[in-house]
């Protein structure tokens, strides 16, 4: 059974940082081999996508982070973290990972349309 475990997740003022972390198990097919995606979704907003990393190290930002977040893996891990900067209200929000075959992008979004397995999330709160 594959499971994706999201931490790191808390609550901090704005300009403050923290690094969630995702760790894989039970996956059928090499961990380094799949695309590992944050998306995060706030209360009455839609879900959207905010980095991923691909299995070749590339990696993709929303506009709205880029500068202030930065995604990698290890994958000897299996873990994938979001290092957070700069955090603004607006981040405030259920973050969740995600892995698939492959990372679907297009000019500033992050898809999901390559992703197959989903963690449960880990609340991020922001104060000003």
């Known amino acids: 059974q594959v499971q994706l475990v999201e931490s790191g997740g808390g609550s901090v003022q704005a300009g403050g940082s923290l690094k969630l972390s995702c760790i894989a198990s039970g996956l059928m097919y090499s961990y380094s081999n799949m695309c590992i995606a944050w998306f995060r979704q706030a209360p009455g907003k839609a879900r959207e996508g905010v980095a991923d990393?691909?299995?070749?190290?590339?990696?993709s930002y929303h506009d709205s982070v880029k500068g202030r977040f930065t995604i990698s893996r290890d994958n000897a891990k299996n873990t994938v973290y979001l290092q957070m900067n700069g955090l603004k209200p607006e981040d405030t929000a259920m973050y969740y990972c995600?892995?698939?075959?492959?990372?679907?992008?297009?000019?500033?979004?992050?898809?999901?349309?390559?992703?197959?397995?989903w963690g449960k999330g880990t609340l991020v709160t922001i104060s000003s």
């Open positions: 995600a892995a698939g075959g492959y990372c679907s992008r297009a000019p500033s979004i992050i898809g999901d349309a390559g992703m197959d397995y």
């Open positions: 990393i691909s299995a070749d190290d590339g990696t």
